[in-house]
């Protein structure tokens, strides 16, 4: 009825970048603030960047300066453009509203990055 699928995960090079999607169902997101999270091997999911229904982003500062999330209303989608990309950055990418729903969590998409 209303799901969250993620996309544009791969493997790429230390340095190189990513662009993840995220298409939310409905229209019910546009009133939300959304975030994408990331859980690595071993390791809690973590929030890395999120943005409110006004535009306001905050980042993880682990990623900050090198990752962007933005939302288009409109497609209902929301976009991380990851570059400078780090093997640290190797995870499980998903996106969820912020604070994050347990039964919104998809299956992700995975971000692989090679040193």
């Known amino acids: 009825q209303v799901q969250l699928v993620e996309s544009g995960g791969g493997l790429v090079q230390a340095g190189g970048s990513l662009r993840l999607s995220c298409a939310a169902s409905?229209?019910?997101?546009?009133?939300?603030?959304m975030g994408w999270y990331r859980q690595a091997p071993g390791k809690q999911r973590e929030l890395v960047a999120a943005?409110?229904?006004?535009?306001?982003?905050n980042y993880a500062d682990s990623v900050k300066g090198r990752f962007t999330i933005s939302r288009d209303n409109a497609a209902n989608t929301v976009i991380l453009q990851m570059n400078s990309l780090k093997p640290e950055d190797t995870a499980v990418y998903y996106c969820?509203?912020?604070?994050?729903?347990?039964?919104?969590w998809g299956q992700g998409t995975q971000v692989a990055v090679s040193s």
């Open positions: 409905g229209s019910i997101f546009r009133m939300k603030a």
């Open positions: 969820n509203t912020d604070p994050a729903y347990r039964y919104y």
């Open positions: 943005i409110t229904t006004g535009g306001i982003t």
